[in-house]
């Protein structure tokens, strides 16, 4: 059985640069990975913003400079709607193996109540790269890009379309938006204050092992083990 050296720096080769794992540290993310994960954060805000300040009357003087005037945010708008579910692919093309749901992800949600309240720790052997409720969101994530894009094309091109089926479309966009807006907050909190050293990995590509051990007992075991189809990906050079 492989494992990863505990104290060596090495430097993991990908086909977009290379990350470095130090002394303690696993790689969880590819840096392919981090760049795709950054590219739905970026084009997702934007989004947001530009919606904002075309549908919220309030935000719409403080807004719109952001973008140039309110003629470009709605000009601006539909492309980073579409940056944003183009993004979503390629992150759910690789994690769509971690993200599958189990048995032990019905078992997680049990314990969410104790997940919440931070009286779970650490986490149950069976969970994985992604606990359950880190696969609700990026499923739910998907679900609202299909809601953007088709609502979207209706709310691009009324005249074409109809504008009683852009009206409609309305109403599915927000609500996608105002879902994706709550998720959103939570999962910032989630990777940030809520479980710190999670950031790390969407910056570095790196935690470190009693973070892994704490958070992802499974996922640890398959890494130490040379079982993580993310961390294979990566081509390692002799240790520094």
Not at 38 to 60: E, R
Not at 189 to 197: I, K, S
């Amino acid at each position: 059985m492989a494992t990863q050296p505990l104290n060596t720096v090495r430097v993991e080769e990908h086909k977009l640069g290379r990350t470095v794992v130090h002394p303690g540290e696993v790689l969880r993310h590819s840096l392919e990975t981090r760049l795709v994960h950054w590219g739905v954060a970026i084009f997702f805000v934007l989004a947001l913003l530009s919606g904002f300040a075309l549908f919220t009357p309030w935000a719409y003087h403080f807004l719109s400079p952001l973008f140039g005037s309110g003629a470009w945010a709605r000009l601006l708008h539909p492309w980073f709607g579409l940056g944003f579910v183009i993004m979503v692919v390629p992150l759910l093309s690789r994690w769509k193996r971690a993200m599958a749901w189990g048995d032990s992800d019905r078992r997680w949600m049990k314990r969410m109540k104790e997940y919440i309240t931070d009286t779970q720790d650490p986490e149950p052997s069976y969970v994985g790269k992604f606990n359950a409720g880190q696969k609700l969101w990026m499923w739910t994530m998907v679900a609202c890009a299909v809601i953007f894009l088709v609502s979207g094309i209706f709310l691009w091109f009324p005249e074409h379309l109809g504008r009683t089926s852009a009206w409609i479309s309305y109403f599915f966009h927000d609500i996608a938006g105002l879902i994706m807006l709550g998720g959103f907050f939570v999962h910032v909190y989630e990777g940030t204050l809520a479980l710190p050293g999670s950031l790390r990995s969407m910056l570095h590509g790196t935690v470190s092992r009693e973070w892994a051990a704490k958070h992802h007992p499974a996922w640890y075991q398959d890494v130490v083990a040379g079982r993580d189809a993310e961390a294979n990906e990566a081509k390692p050079r002799k240790p520094e």
